[in-house]
């Protein structure tokens, strides 16, 4: 499993910074300086003159901090460097959030009824917390000095944005947004306390701003319950609400599964509890991979029947046909899934699990029948003969299309299939068997390379390991043989004896 680590590092390294980075980053440096220096132009006009000096200084402010943090995002998340509409957003909330700091002017309460811990939560549901810390962080540098009162509105909008990132998860039920609004209305109210016990506010002061600092928190609250998704489907990002609703059994989709290809439903639930398992266990996104694993086959509805889960006769389609012949048909359900995911509209960043479930992987079952058929004239792969006309087979017309996974969810799925349908096939199902052929699965794909495009280490793999065989043992534990089974078995054979 040592690939698994090195994949890891290198791909945390971001790659050489190129021609395209560098023109990026000064064309995002400039639309962020451009946009701080007019929400400031207020301070800039002092009588009929511009003060060249203090325009100065807030467009250096301004270079520094777009800067830093976008040589952050190159340096740690080279995953959104990449995309322009990723850098736009953060550029979009972190701007707007500085104009909103400003808009209150003189007003000594007013810039503590604005909801600034709305970027960094929105941000942490569309993105992840990181982003959405460091953001707060340099918010909470400007704010000071915008509105006037650099120390505590500092440590005011910081902390406040850090209470709500903490508290807002993933918003995967409308709970956790009241509680985000409830985390951030006690850290400012703290912030505005602690202010007052050093004598910066009297009570009445005090009270006033607590009361700003409440209602402040509340706004944030709605704009983020309001927005985050709109913000998703603009900029084309996963929302924790769009799975659940992707995940709901009456999505069109699923019923046609249910109804046309059950046996793919069904095996489609068991990875999903797999994946989400799984994912849990390593702090990947459970929801994205149990909603990837409801549709992943979706492909298998162009044509049912050539899908053993599906042939309720027991005689497998494929027995009659030439293996590469089976291979190009199991291999069509990818391209087949992203039509059909396409035509249902299914977000992009879900549609690409389709073909990533497989990874490059070879078809095991028919490449080793198209192994045994070009062996059989020379006395199968016993013989020296037979081994070598085998081995003459193309291995590559019998793996799939790809791309390899390219994230840890997309890993997990492809591994959760694999053992899923593994597991399914056994004859015995005690834990020793289990553990064995989940091992198997996991080492097969590590040896054939297909984890080596994500970020999975040794460690991960081992968690991701135990929770499949824990799953598993919950899944096909040993019940009690209730009298009336024995019956109905007893009078099953009896009549088959009688045929």
């Known amino acids: 499993m040592t690939g698994a680590r090195v994949v890891r590092e290198s791909r945390d390294r971001p790659g050489p910074f190129g021609r395209r980075d560098a023109v990026k980053l000064v064309l995002a440096m400039l639309a962020i300086v451009a946009a701080l220096t007019a ?9 009929n003159g511009v003060n060249w000096g203090r325009a100065a200084a807030w467009m250096l402010i301004g270079v520094v901090e777009s800067g830093l943090m976008l040589a952050w995002l190159w340096r740690f998340r080279p995953e959104y460097w990449a995309r322009s509409r990723t850098l736009i957003l953060i550029g979009l909330i972190f701007v707007v959030a500085i104009l909103a700091v400003k808009l209150p002017g003189g007003r000594a309460w007013l810039p503590y009824a604005i909801p600034t811990a709305a970027a960094g939560m929105l941000l942490t549901l569309l993105l992840d917390s990181s982003v959405g810390i460091v953001t707060v962080a340099f918010l909470a540098v400007l ?24 508290a807002i998860r993933k918003g995967e039920r409308q709970h956790f947004f009241v509680q985000a609004g409830l985390a951030v209305a006690f850290a400012e109210i703290a912030v505005v306390g602690a202010f007052a016990l050093m004598g910066q506010h009297d009570m009445t002061g005090m009270l006033q701003l607590g009361a700003a600092a409440l209602g402040g ?9 309001g927005s985050f998704s709109l913000l998703g489907n603009l900029f084309g990002i996963l929302t924790s609400s769009q799975l659940l609703e992707l995940v709901n059994p009456t999505q069109p989709l699923l019923r046609r599964l249910l109804t046309e290809t059950p046996g793919t439903y069904h095996h489609s639930l068991m990875v999903g509890n797999l994946g989400e398992r799984a994912a849990s266990s390593i702090g990947a996104d459970p929801l994205l991979v149990r909603a990837a694993a409801y549709y992943h086959d979706i492909g298998k509805l162009a044509n049912p029947i050539a899908f053993i889960e599906n042939q309720a006769s027991g005689d497998n389609l494929h027995d009659q046909l030439d293996p590469a012949d089976s291979a190009t048909i199991l291999k069509q359900h990818v391209p087949d899934g992203i039509d059909l995911a396409n035509k249902a509209r299914l977000p992009q960043p879900l549609i690409a699990f389709i073909p990533q479930h497989h990874g490059t992987a070879v078809m095991g079952y028919v490449y080793g029948k198209a192994r045994e058929a070009a062996a059989a004239p020379f006395g199968g792969e016993k013989t020296a003969a037979g081994m070598a006309a085998a081995d003459e087979v193309d291995r590559r017309r019998f793996r799939h299309a790809g791309p390899k996974p390219q994230s840890r969810e997309a890993a997990i799925l492809m591994l959760a299939d694999g053992v899923e349908a593994s597991v399914r096939s056994l004859s015995s199902r005690d834990e020793a ?10 080492q097969e794909r590590l040896g054939d390379g297909q984890l080596s495009e994500c970020d999975l280490t040794i460690r991960d793999l081992e968690k991701i390991h135990e929770a499949f065989v824990g799953q598993l043992l919950g899944m096909y534990h040993q019940r009690i043989a209730y009298p009336q089974n024995k019956v109905v078995e007893l009078e099953s054979r009896r009549e088959r004896g009688a045929r």
Do not use: H, K
């Open 433 to 442: 068997t289990i553990r064995a052929m989940v091992s198997q699965i996991i």
């Open 39 to 47: 929400g400031i132009a207020g301070d800039l006009v002092p009588g």
């Open 143 to 166: 704010a000071g000095p915008v509105s006037g009162s650099s120390v505590e509105m500092t440590a005011y909008v910081f902390l406040g944005g850090f209470a709500g990132i903490l």
């Open 217 to 225: 928190a509340l706004i944030a609250t709605v704009i983020t319950l």
